[in-house]
């Protein structure tokens, strides 16, 4: 992840460098911009039985970087385009009753067994943005608005699954047991798991469940990513301009599709067993993403 972000840098410098040296048309503008972001994911939480809401999205704290091009009509008025790398992600949390699959790696003695789960995930994002806006300058402020594309190029997340009060069938387990979350949503294969072992015990009975936890662990086939590849949103925002180059901006981004994909968007409520055979109940909701940027900027 460290050398995909230093070579980033260093395409968005030579970005730079080479604009500087290539701009002699006035009605051509670029610069930089560089700042925090803060994001979450927005949809429907799961309700519990008595009515209750099991999830919840807060945000998740990233930065962005990259260069600006502008064309400009008028000294006021004009497009703008920009090269970005950008962070979004959420951090979401379960607590409520749940299931869970013992032995998945052992089909012939696995139990679905339920109880209480409480579950948290940091979701990180990263995102090259590209978007088109127009602008208009007003005294020393600048609002603009447009429509921005975010290419994902990497997607991971960590987190935990702690289970306690459960029960299975006339099996009765009094202990919680804790395992680690560490996806990569585009390396993950289904059912990857760490080789490392949390030893369970069920009515005397031993299981060893896999310490870590995979993206896809929990699913038999994997022929997509959980994160769709192409994040579309609305974008709107204001800048404040100390002299003719240098700013502080902040800018909104709204998605308009859904940021995952319904195969692996399952209830963690409940599950199905249709003939014998453990299957997951998938949610067909919509979960948008929502990012605010906070930046500081020197335009030419």
């Known amino acids: 992840m460290k050398i995909m972000i230093q070579r980033i840098l260093f395409l968005l410098l030579i970005g730079v460098c080479t604009v500087t040296l290539s701009a002699q048309d006035k009605k051509i503008g670029y610069g930089f911009r560089a700042g925090l ?25 990233g930065f962005h970087i990259g260069v600006s091009f502008a064309y400009k009509m008028t000294d006021l008025f004009g497009i703008r385009t920009e090269f970005m790398f950008s962070q979004r992600g959420t ?45 208009q300058k007003i005294g020393k402020f ?47 294969k289904a059912g990857e798991a760490s080789i490392e072992r949390t030893p369970i015990d069920v009515s005397g009975l031993p299981y060893a469940e896999p310490s870590t936890l995979g993206a896809y662990y929990e699913f038999a086939a994997r022929d997509k990513m959980q994160y769709q590849t192409l994040d579309f949103s609305l ?13 502080l901006s902040w800018r909104y981004l709204y998605g308009l599709g859904d940021v995952d994909r319904n195969d692996y968007d399952i209830s963690l409520q409940t599950a199905e067993v249709v003939n014998q055979v453990y299957t997951h109940v998938q949610r ?17």
């Open 91 to 135: 951090n979401h949390d379960y607590d409520g009753p749940s299931y869970y699959l013992l032995g998945r790696d052992v089909p012939s003695s696995d139990i679905l067994i339920t109880g209480t789960r409480h579950q948290t995930l940091n979701v990180n994002n990263s995102y090259i943005d590209i978007p088109l806006m127009v602008y």
């Open 142 to 188: 600048e609002i603009f608005g447009g429509l921005n594309t975010g290419i994902l190029i990497s997607s991971t997340a960590g987190g935990s699954i702690n289970f306690e009060g459960i029960s299975g069938g006339n099996q009765v387990m009094p202990y919680p047991f804790l395992l680690s979350l560490d996806y990569n949503y585009k390396s993950d």
């Open 284 to 300: 067909a909701d919509k979960n948008s993403s929502l990012s605010m940027q906070f930046s500081v900027g020197f335009s030419f």
């Open 235 to 247: 974008m709107g925002g204001a800048s404040f301009y100390f002299n003719q180059g240098l700013y």
């Open 37 to 61: 972001s803060y994001s979450k994911f927005d949809g429907p939480s799961e309700i519990g039985p008595n009515g209750e809401e099991l999830e919840s999205f807060t945000n998740d704290k």
